[in-house]
Protein backbone atom coordinates (compact mmCIF):
# COMPACT_ATOMS: atom_id res chain seq x y z
CA UNK A 1 0.00 0.00 0.00
CA UNK A 2 2.76 2.23 0.90
CA UNK A 3 4.25 1.82 -2.53
CA UNK A 4 1.77 1.93 -4.71
CA UNK A 5 0.69 5.73 -2.14
CA UNK A 6 4.11 6.85 -3.15
CA UNK A 7 4.31 5.71 -6.86
CA UNK A 8 0.12 7.49 -7.44
CA UNK A 9 2.25 10.79 -5.83
CA UNK A 10 4.68 10.47 -8.82
CA UNK A 11 7.92 9.08 -6.57
CA UNK A 12 10.14 7.09 -8.39
CA UNK A 13 12.54 6.36 -6.43
CA UNK A 14 12.25 4.22 -3.37
CA UNK A 15 15.22 4.14 -0.81
CA UNK A 16 14.20 0.98 1.47
CA UNK A 17 16.44 0.77 4.58
CA UNK A 18 17.41 2.36 7.34
CA UNK A 19 13.91 3.96 7.76
CA UNK A 20 12.44 0.83 7.31
CA UNK A 21 14.52 -0.86 10.01
CA UNK A 22 16.24 -3.46 8.09
CA UNK A 23 19.06 -3.78 10.39
CA UNK A 24 17.18 -6.23 11.93
CA UNK A 25 16.11 -8.26 9.17
CA UNK A 26 17.35 -11.81 9.28
CA UNK A 27 19.30 -13.06 6.35
CA UNK A 28 16.60 -15.65 5.86
CA UNK A 29 14.15 -13.13 5.14
CA UNK A 30 16.31 -11.52 3.01
CA UNK A 31 14.81 -13.13 -0.54
CA UNK A 32 11.20 -12.61 0.62
CA UNK A 33 11.27 -8.93 1.51
CA UNK A 34 13.09 -8.03 -1.83
CA UNK A 35 10.85 -10.73 -4.12
CA UNK A 36 7.92 -8.16 -2.17
CA UNK A 37 9.92 -5.07 -3.15
CA UNK A 38 10.19 -6.50 -7.05
CA UNK A 39 6.57 -7.29 -7.25
CA UNK A 40 5.20 -4.45 -5.95
CA UNK A 41 7.15 -1.71 -7.15
CA UNK A 42 6.31 -0.29 -10.72
CA UNK A 43 8.15 -1.20 -13.84
CA UNK A 44 9.23 2.46 -13.57
CA UNK A 45 10.38 2.71 -10.20
CA UNK A 46 13.57 2.66 -8.69
CA UNK A 47 13.96 0.86 -5.54
CA UNK A 48 17.08 0.86 -3.50
CA UNK A 49 17.21 -1.77 -0.84
CA UNK A 50 19.97 -1.69 2.11
CA UNK A 51 22.38 -4.41 3.07
CA UNK A 52 24.42 -5.20 6.05
CA UNK A 53 25.51 -3.50 8.39
CA UNK A 54 28.04 -5.93 9.05
CA UNK A 55 30.35 -8.13 6.64
CA UNK A 56 29.46 -11.56 7.21
CA UNK A 57 25.18 -10.36 6.91
CA UNK A 58 26.73 -8.25 3.81
CA UNK A 59 28.41 -11.08 1.97
CA UNK A 60 25.56 -13.53 2.48
CA UNK A 61 23.13 -10.95 1.18
CA UNK A 62 25.34 -10.34 -2.14
CA UNK A 63 24.58 -14.19 -3.12
CA UNK A 64 20.67 -13.25 -2.31
CA UNK A 65 20.95 -9.95 -4.55
CA UNK A 66 22.86 -12.09 -7.38
CA UNK A 67 20.70 -12.04 -10.69
CA UNK A 68 18.42 -9.42 -9.23
CA UNK A 69 17.58 -6.25 -11.11
CA UNK A 70 17.81 -3.79 -8.59
CA UNK A 71 19.79 -0.68 -9.60
CA UNK A 72 22.12 -1.04 -6.33
CA UNK A 73 21.91 -1.23 -3.07
CA UNK A 74 22.95 0.78 0.13
CA UNK A 75 25.20 -0.68 2.71
CA UNK A 76 23.82 0.26 6.00
CA UNK A 77 25.91 2.21 8.63
CA UNK A 78 27.10 0.59 11.03
CA UNK A 79 27.20 1.60 14.90
CA UNK A 80 29.33 -0.80 17.03
CA UNK A 81 33.68 -0.49 16.47
CA UNK A 82 35.29 0.63 13.13
CA UNK A 83 38.02 1.98 11.91
CA UNK A 84 37.77 3.92 8.42
CA UNK A 85 39.99 1.34 7.05
CA UNK A 86 38.06 -1.43 7.89
CA UNK A 87 35.22 -0.55 6.12
CA UNK A 88 37.10 0.28 2.96
CA UNK A 89 38.30 -3.45 3.19
CA UNK A 90 34.31 -4.81 3.72
CA UNK A 91 32.83 -2.61 1.21
CA UNK A 92 35.15 -3.67 -1.38
CA UNK A 93 34.48 -7.16 -1.30
CA UNK A 94 30.55 -6.81 -1.47
CA UNK A 95 30.71 -4.54 -4.34
CA UNK A 96 32.90 -6.70 -5.90
CA UNK A 97 30.38 -9.62 -5.17
CA UNK A 98 27.45 -8.11 -5.57
CA UNK A 99 28.67 -6.91 -9.36
CA UNK A 100 27.45 -3.47 -9.26
CA UNK A 101 28.75 0.04 -7.17
CA UNK A 102 26.54 0.58 -4.08
CA UNK A 103 25.38 3.45 -2.39
CA UNK A 104 26.77 4.44 1.02
CA UNK A 105 25.12 5.99 4.21
CA UNK A 106 27.59 8.86 5.58
CA UNK A 107 25.77 9.08 8.85
CA UNK A 108 28.86 10.73 11.00
CA UNK A 109 31.95 12.55 10.23
CA UNK A 110 33.90 10.24 11.45
CA UNK A 111 32.41 7.12 9.75
CA UNK A 112 33.79 7.09 6.35
CA UNK A 113 36.82 9.68 5.44
CA UNK A 114 36.40 12.15 2.36
CA UNK A 115 39.72 10.38 0.60
CA UNK A 116 38.23 6.63 1.84
CA UNK A 117 35.00 7.60 -0.42
CA UNK A 118 36.97 9.54 -3.24
CA UNK A 119 39.27 5.94 -3.48
CA UNK A 120 35.36 3.75 -3.41
CA UNK A 121 34.27 5.88 -6.32
CA UNK A 122 37.28 5.81 -8.52
CA UNK A 123 37.41 2.26 -8.53
CA UNK A 124 34.18 2.35 -9.58
CA UNK A 125 32.60 0.53 -6.42
CA UNK A 126 30.44 3.81 -5.41
CA UNK A 127 27.19 4.90 -6.83
CA UNK A 128 25.71 7.16 -4.77
CA UNK A 129 26.02 8.86 -1.24
CA UNK A 130 23.39 9.51 1.49
CA UNK A 131 24.98 12.07 3.74
CA UNK A 132 23.24 11.77 7.23
CA UNK A 133 25.87 13.12 9.69
CA UNK A 134 23.69 14.97 12.90
CA UNK A 135 25.77 17.91 13.92
CA UNK A 136 25.67 20.05 17.06
CA UNK A 137 25.98 23.40 14.60
CA UNK A 138 23.79 22.42 11.72
CA UNK A 139 25.51 25.63 10.14
CA UNK A 140 28.97 23.63 10.08
CA UNK A 141 29.41 21.25 7.78
CA UNK A 142 33.41 20.59 7.19
CA UNK A 143 33.04 17.17 6.51
CA UNK A 144 30.23 17.60 3.73
CA UNK A 145 32.21 20.22 2.05
CA UNK A 146 35.74 17.64 2.43
CA UNK A 147 33.45 14.63 0.77
CA UNK A 148 32.06 17.33 -2.12
CA UNK A 149 35.86 18.31 -2.71
CA UNK A 150 36.89 14.70 -3.74
CA UNK A 151 33.62 13.06 -4.83
CA UNK A 152 30.85 14.93 -7.70
CA UNK A 153 28.76 16.48 -6.01
CA UNK A 154 26.00 15.05 -8.22
CA UNK A 155 27.01 11.78 -6.23
CA UNK A 156 25.86 13.10 -2.41
CA UNK A 157 22.23 13.07 -1.40
CA UNK A 158 21.96 14.78 1.81
CA UNK A 159 19.00 13.76 3.89
CA UNK A 160 19.41 15.94 7.25
CA UNK A 161 20.77 19.86 8.03
CA UNK A 162 22.15 21.18 5.07
CA UNK A 163 21.28 24.35 3.74
CA UNK A 164 19.52 24.28 -0.05
CA UNK A 165 22.31 26.65 -1.02
CA UNK A 166 25.29 23.87 -0.21
CA UNK A 167 24.12 22.29 -3.68
CA UNK A 168 25.09 25.29 -5.67
CA UNK A 169 28.97 23.69 -4.63
CA UNK A 170 28.55 21.76 -7.47
Known sequence: AMIRYLEDGGVRSLLYG??????NVSVREFPALLDLLETESGVDTWVIPTVGPDFGKMLDQAEILAGRDFPTVMILPIAFPFTDAGLATGIRPFAERYGKPVALYIKSATYLEPATVAALSAD??????KYGCVR???????????VLVVVCPHLVASDIQVPPSIVALG
Open 18 to 23: GNANLY
Open 124 to 129: ALVSWA
Open 136 to 146: KDPSVYLHLLA
